[in-house]
């Protein structure tokens, strides 16, 4: 069983970069692949991207992509979300979720583990 927890939300001016790190206790998070989503107010969670247990292959939604990376430091225990040109569109909650080698996934049923979240609010 894994608990996951994020860090790094905040508040940031339209442009601006953060990075969400999710940091994993339990065994055997080299095989989980981990994602993260976002939930917005008024809005239903969301897929933002995810990337496989070896850290061998990311994905992301179209609205992030050139913009956000997702990468893992498996040694360590955690994955980030790297967030750079951040624009009021992307402000929500942001909740990181993993399971064990899960394939190419958008699904938030598919992920069995998830965070509390962290709130991630850019201004214009």
């Known amino acids: 069983q894994v608990q996951l927890v994020e860090s790094g939300g905040g508040s940031v001016q339209a442009g601006g970069s953060l990075r969400l790190s999710c940091a994993a206790s339990?065994?055997?998070?080299?095989?989980?692949?981990m994602g993260w989503f976002r939930q917005a107010p008024g809005k239903e969670r969301e897929f933002v991207g995810a990337i496989r247990w070896d850290g061998s292959n990311s994905y992301y939604t179209d609205s992030v992509k050139g913009r956000f990376t997702i990468s893992r430091d498996n040694a360590r225990n955690t994955v980030y979300l790297q967030m750079n040109n951040l624009s009021p569109e992307d402000t929500a909650v942001y909740y990181c979720?993993?399971?064990?080698?899960?394939?190419?996934?958008?699904?938030?049923?598919?992920?069995?583990?998830w965070g509390q979240g962290t709130q991630v609010t850019v201004s214009s």
């Open positions: 339990g065994r055997a998070f080299s095989t989980y692949t």
């Open positions: 979720a993993g399971d064990q080698y899960l394939r190419t996934t958008t699904s938030a049923a598919r992920y069995g583990y």
